[in-house]
Nanobody, 118 residues
């Protein structure tokens, strides 16, 4: 059974930091590209950051320089360090196993709420 379990969300003031973590099980993590997405109320889900199986990273323009995605293959975890948070970062954040030629099936976590107060 595949599980992607997010943790680390919460309420933080603008300018603060949070670290999200996603623990994966039931997949071959080392060959998986992973991503963090977010969805704010009334908006479409959007890619925040992704990391390939080899560690190459990609970021949305809105978070470049503030967020850092990282992975630990030994622990099957992918983290998102979020600094200099803004109220517009408020959303439910989802962990995602990306579809690639190495691992085609996508999976989503249940999401974790991040709220940034002004």
């Amino acid at each position: 059974q595949v599980q992607l379990v997010e943790s680390g969300g919460g309420l933080v003031q603008a300018g603060g930091s949070l670290r999200l973590s996603c623990a994966a099980s039931g997949i071959v993590f080392s060959i998986s590209a992973m991503g963090w997405y977010r969805q704010a109320p009334g908006k479409q889900r959007e890619l925040v950051a992704s990391i390939s199986r080899s560690g190459n990273t990609n970021y949305a323009d809105s978070v470049k320089g503030r967020f850092t995605i990282s992975r630990d293959n030994a622990k099957s975890t992918v983290d998102l360090q979020m600094n200099s948070l803004k109220p517009e970062d408020t959303a439910v954040y989802y962990c995602h196993r990306e579809s690639t030629v190495f691992a085609r099936q996508e999976y989503w976590g249940q999401g974790t709420q991040v709220t940034v107060s002004s």
